[in-house]
Structures are given as C-alpha cells and as structure tokens.
C-alpha cells in the first residue's frame, strides 16, 4: 500500500503524525508513505526519529498551506489548494497513493475527498463512521459528522457501508444494525427517523429496529446509524463525559492519602478501562462512500493513534472494503428494480 | 401546596412514590398530598409506613388504570380516561391540587398536561427541562423528549423559561443559555439549529452560542436548549454511558483482591460521584409551558428521588415560575411588537 500522511494535520503536528507513522513503518513491512506537508518542516520532524531500515520507504510531497480548526471545511479546498490534506487527497485522485491518514479539520477531508474523488457508485453522501467503545466490543457510528442534514436514503448508504466495515475491518460476524432513536418500538422517533426506519427494513442488512442511549453501551448492535448532526453530538458528549468522570474521580482521589493509596492499588482497573475506551487503539475513523480509502485520526492523536489509523488503512485497502461496498449497493439497487 | 401524586407511576409503584411521599411529609411541613391511583393498592402499602401526625395531611382519589410503558402517551389521554397521570392531572384542572409529581410514563403526563392544561400564553409546546450533572454544578438540558419535532420558535420559548427556572429554582445568577450542535461557531449547525441561532439572538435572554458535547461538564452554561429528539437522545446516553462506565470498573475492581482493597480505600470518592451524578438528588424535572405545575420524576426513582420531586414543586409554586414565564413572555412580544 502506498500512504499519503497529512503531515500538518491535527493539534500535535507534525510531531505526532510523524513518530505515528514511524512506529508503524516498524511494525508492518507492506507500505511505503509519502509525508504531505511543509517539506522543511517535515524533514526536520524526521530527523529527530531514527529511520535506518525503513528511510527508503519514506517521500515528500510539499504542501504550503494547512486547514486551521476555524476555518469551513468546504472553503478550504477552493481557497486552501495548497493546504496538505488536499494535497494528499489530490495524490489519491492521481493515482501516486491509495489511501490518506489526516488528524487535520475533519471538514475539509470530507470536502477534500467529496469533491475530488467523488462518491462511490450508488452512494450519494459519505459518512464518517467511528467505533465508540462499549462492553463487550465496541460499535460502530455512522455518520458522526460528515453529512450534516442527509436524506433517508443516506442512512439506507450508511448501514450498508458500515456493516461491511465491520465485518471486514472489525470481524465482527452477521453485525445488526440498529437506527439511533428516542425509544426501541417502531413509533418513536422524529419525522426523519420514521422516513429511515421505512426504508431500513427494505434493505439488505440485519435491520435489529430502533436503539437509544440507554442500550448503547452494554451489548449494544454493531452499527449504530443516524444524521451527522445526531452522531457528531454523541460522539462529543460521549467523549466529553468519559473524560470529565475521570476527571472527577481523580479529584476526589487527591482529597486523602488513604483514598490516594487505594487508586494506586487500583491502578490496573483503570488503566485496563482507559485501554478499553481509548480512542487511539481504534486508530482512525474511515470516511466510507468516497472513491478513495480516508482514514480520520481523531484531532488529538498520538503516535500510537497515527499508527493505528495507519493499520486501519493497510486493512481497508487489503480486504478491498470499497468493492465489496459498491458489490453490495448494486445487487441491493437490482433487487428494488426487480420489484 | 396541594399535591397530587401519581401514585401508581414508575417502575417500583406504589412502593416508592408512597415512600417517598411519606419521607417529604416528614421533611417538608407545608403541603397536602392526594394519592391518585388503584385505592385499594395505594392504601395497602400507605399502611406499611408510620403516619403519626402526618396522616391528616393526605388523601385519596381512585384511579383505576394505569398507562404501560409501551403504550402511545397521545392515546392514553383517551383511551385511559381513568389512568391515575391523568387523573391527578384532573385535580389540577379542576382546582383540587396545585401541583403532580409523576414518576411514570413521560408521554402520557406530557400529552394530559398539554391536553388538559393548555400551554401557557405566549407558549406553544411545552419542553422537559432535565438538570444534567456537571463540573462544578449542573446544566438544565431543555428539551429532553416533550416536543420531538420543534418549530425554531418552540426553542425561543424553552431558552426563556430554562432561564426562569434555573435562576429561579437552582438559584443560577444571570444563566447563560448555550444552543445544542457541533461547533461552537455560529455557521456550524443544521439547519434547524441555524434557524434557532437567529432568533435566539434576538431573545431577551444571555445567549452564549452553539454549545457541543466536549463543553457539557466541565464549567458548562447553565442551560442548554435543543429539539426533544436530540435531547432525549443526549439524555439517555449520559446516563446509559456514567451507568456502563462505573459498571466497567467494578468488573475490573473484583477481578484481584488487591484491587478490591483499593476500591475499599477509595469508596468515599466515588461515593461522593454517586452523589454528584445522581438524579435523585436534583429530584423532577418540570414540564415546563404547561398551564400547572407538573413535575416528572424518573422511571426508575427512589424514595429519596420522589421526595426530592416533591421539593421542586413545592419550590416551583412558592417562587411562582409560571407567572414569571408569561412575564417575561409578555414583555419578549411587547419589545418584538413594538420594533
């Protein structure tokens, strides 16, 4: 596989991307990358790592501009041509990569890669899908933000592309799908969602009905699907609450030494609860529907996240996770023509 | 006050809502209470529980059905006529009772508030205002599932009376209001939200903005208004997340001894987030826009829960919230006119 790195992208770049995909040019032998980004100050983020074994397996593609977190994703890829997300995309589109790693403005890889590589066949939206940790494994959501205001046939895009992914990807066998809503029976929900549910018994997914917040995380189904607007809220709150509980925690730990000497005969739970709800052992969050493979790390990656986005990658590209998704649309599409 | 008290609603009536309506009586010296429900039932457990000098101050009304949990709120109000939410929202109406506490089916009380109280003057939806734990102190979440498909101009309403309220009952000087989305700038949003930001603008509250998820707990506004369908969404899944995750760590707790003299050493931390993050302690949550006083306590409330709800309506008629909501509306349509 041949990656193209957003070098610049996200809160500790280059830095973390770099180290990230360091790490990984270590562990897996069957990619080369092409770091896209100020060249000068990638090279000098290089040097700082020792790269005897795999440096021939390392390029450079200069990118001048980067996507700043306030700026519109959509703009950007008319005003920010130069910026290394585009550019990295732009590799995809030329043939010279076949996937992109970005930490950078989740926007403007979405408007990167809509607009250059185009959706794939019979899909009208993309969806960026994320695994949110949950006991026993964790589930896929789908869309958590790149489409904001989608039409139900989105959502019929969404639960096909995220059942193959986690099939392929996660391994998880015959996944249900489940449609986020206010209540499990058919009735609840709002007018979209009742629009979606409609459609979703018509396609060709296990269709397990409706979930709420409440099921989410103890043996939840394994693919969650709803609006972008929806997802990006949850994944928010649900990233925000987890951190503030361990926040909390901690504070009320520090009160006494008695309870300070408990936490750290305890320290084993926790860290194996922070492995289990990390973000960085999920690595990337693949944009699905595009004609290309987009993998998002989240904006506060660490290496060890890169290099993990970075296997994501490797394995969407090796298990060929857009055929089988535009296989599935067309065979989906024949069966409603034949109708 | 005058309370009536649905008696036979929530998961564990009428054993909770009489014992906590007893533990209020004990507390709170100020109020009567008609226990609405199944008589005989209702009677049967009361006699499990000490009245002495407290019996005088309650009262039956017979109610004979009861709304399940599966059931259509709407179609409650009609086909249960003789439900005991209904009922003891009748006693409102009919001038018997101040106030309804109801821990039981939330569609159904929203549905015979609206239906048999009207809204109030200048409302056109009423919202389930919902206090959310938080870092130092609660948000108000409005609207947590009343009004699942909202005009803009239902939100305008929800952000003055979260405000009326918070400042009111929770004592929240000058509360700022945030508006639920997915970027703190103003173009972020769907459409819906771009609408709600505009006229939020122009409402005589302190409007902070789009709030998201990773801003909730810690130093949050004090009110966070959005459409019943995300805030349902949003409110099922903080508790359905802060439930799994502490659930999480017991599993890890008991795997080793060690670790479970730890958790022994550490257990007044997180007795103390128990109780940060337990809704029993912020008691109901109010239906706020409805002609009455009605408060709904959760499904699955505790004795302590339902006396806590009994606080809040006591405190929700003693600083008359209603007459200062058709106030501050008044004076909103005035200014509205008069430009």
New interface residues.
Partial sequence: MRLALDAMGGDYAPANPVAGVVQALRQYPDFTVILVGDEAKVRAEVAKHDLSGVADRVSYHHASQVVEM?E?GLESVRKKKDSSVSRAIDLIKEGKADAVVSAGHTGALVAAATIKLRTLSGIHRPGLAVVIP??PKGFLLIDA?AN??PAPEHIVGYSIMGSIYVREILGYKEPRVGL???GT?A?K???F?KSCYELLEQAPINFAGNV???????DPVEVVVC????G??????????????F???K???V??P??M??????????Q??RK??STDEYGGSPLLGVNGVCIKAHGNSSPTAIKNAVRVAREFVAQRVNERIVEAIDTHHEKLAAQ
Avoid: Y
């Fill in positions: 306030g519109s949950a006991d933000g904001i205001d986020m809503s206010i029976e009735s929900g709002n007018e969602t709420e917040g409440h099921g989410l995380f103890k609006d972008g607007f929806v990006n809220i949850l994944l928010k709150t649900v990233e925000g609450l987890a951190k503030s509980l926040q909390w925690i504070k009320e730990i009160k006494s008695v309870r000497l408990g936490a750290w005969l305890t320290k084993g739970a926790f194996a609860i289990q709800t």
